[in-house]
């Protein structure tokens, strides 16, 4: 147990004014702006965004700056702030159906319909240092346009070239007639297999979950929903109670740590598990968002947030009740967190084992060690709070370890005692 | 999009959904670009102030399967009502197109209020944006402007995201890859 210390006001008042002095670093260097974070450590926003459940690329920049780039230290921050602010509503399920594609990849079928398009990846580099970084400064526009020149190039021949690089000046747009925009359609994979019932159905692991869902219902006073959508549980209104349904599960694992569920994930591909993933379907991009409101009586859209997906088929033998077949894992995050949802998926579906009837012998298919531990807010206060002055309880302790030794007499024995681990400290 | 065909209502709510969709897309920027073109100087008072708070976005399991929460998101919301009278807003705009003058209000004490409420939510938490597209959602409701509003700002504002989905989607389009399936030990 830790204790109450007073004094120090003085010291904390001088440390703060140094970490401020670190943060900001040799002061002939330009000032890092939130916007610069923003705009080019997007990916380090993204997972900020994700793991603090908050999705607001601003704040998440500033939060990253404040934290001298400590990411656990920015989510903390990001989370921090949410509790100061009031919720309006739950908004409508996003459709990632009809994201607005930036990349989409599959790795169970070559020729899918829509096609794979590689997006912004870090796959296929060479993971050589970049050197000509180094000397990169200044605003800087022409990179845009060679990469536009080079679409062109390749595109040759395609009318609509002229109408995109007309500028767009305020007059050109009036004039313009607004003919719906013909983007591309890109059918799910896990579609196809469910298509041919070779994946298991939502409702396989709905069932199981229905009779632990029940009791602690979330009322939400949208009654237009179905019930199965409100049945959701939410974790930022209830604690974790286990077992958990597939709902909480999904939601803890969207905010865990992606070290954590990377690990994790690793683990059931190593033998500590055995759900054989695919990655079916990996796609990120823009999804609309909207909400009910009530005073109007009909939904609108608030506007459209970036997330990523990605669905995994693993085989499944069957039982009793299904036959063999394919099963999915599901992972999906604000922003572009590839990583992350690829290794949520691969828990996701590990923690499915239960309602399975697959054996739970694995760590990744615990859900009590997986969900109480993946969050890095509560994981790193409880680990951080040991820097707390304990100081009386290791007084005790020292007085015990040396009334202990005084009574210690060795026994004359050849063979070494075996040390048994001490149990959990009782704090 | 789905949100849209939900509703039973006809067109009016569908207008005003789509043009809800189109402001919460688009930049305060652009929006007071084009509502400065039609030289309305606004009447109104705020039923709800530019308030920033949290929406829980859901997301479906497996995609296309049960809802849960998968994270929250920064939404500003403000409500207004137009102190606008119905005869004067006809007197206006019969006497020049488009431009009318603030409603003073001892003038418009007398008459009848013609009980427009306009909505602004959108993602974010800019204040400025969530009242322009509360004050613009008003407007849009009264006869005499939702052709123009239609016009003026939704169009052009449409015409800029199609544009920038349009250059963002060819730049995709340019990483499409044809993979070939190597015969092993070849």
Known sequence: MYVAVKGGEAAIDNAHQLLAEKRRGDGSVKVLTVKQIQQQLPLVVDRVMTEGSLYDPQLAALAIKQAMGDVVEAIFLLRAYRTTLPRFAYSEAINTDEMRIERRISATYKDIPGGQALGPTFDYTHRLLDFSLLEEEGVDDEIKEGVEETINEGTKGNSTDDTIRKEATAENLIMEDSSQSCSPHYPRVTDFLRQDNLLQSHSSTLHSSKTNSSENKTPVNDTQKSEAENTCTDLTREPLSYPADRTARLQALTRADEGYLLALGYSTQRGYGRTHPFAGEIRMGYVTVSMMVEELGFAIDLGEICVTECDMINQFQGNQQQPPQFTQGYGISFGFCERKTMAMALVDRSLQAKELGEAIDTPAAQEEFVLSHCDNVESSGFVSHLKLPHYVDFQSELELVRQMRADYQPVPNEEPAVTTPSGVANE | ?186
């Open chain 2, 1 to 186: 999009m789905h949100s849209v065909n939900d509703v039973k209502n006809s067109h009016p709510v569908k207008n005003r959904q789509q043009l809800l969709s189109v402001l919460s897309k688009s930049s305060f920027d652009d929006i007071n670009r084009f509502w400065q073109s039609l030289s309305i100087v606004p009447s109104y008072s705020l039923l709800k102030a530019p308030e920033v708070g949290m929406t829980m976005v859901r997301a479906k399991t497996g995609g296309t399967g049960q809802a849960f929460n998968m994270g929250e998101m920064t939404v500003t919301r403000t409500v207004i009502r137009l102190n606008v009278s119905e005869g004067h807003l006809k007197e206006s705009s019969s006497e020049e197109k488009g431009v009318e003058e603030k409603c003073v209000e001892e003038e418009c004490v007398e008459e009848k209020y013609t009980d427009i409420i306009g909505f602004g939510y959108t993602a974010g938490r800019d204040t400025k944006k969530s009242e322009l597209i509360a004050v613009v959602d008003a407007y849009f409701q009264l006869p005499e402007y939702t052709d123009l509003i239609e016009e003026k700002i939704l169009q052009p504002l449409r015409n800029k995201q199609r544009h920038q989905e349009e250059s963002e989607a060819k730049k995709v389009d340019a990483t499409k890859v044809n993979f070939f399936t190597m015969v092993r030990g070849e």
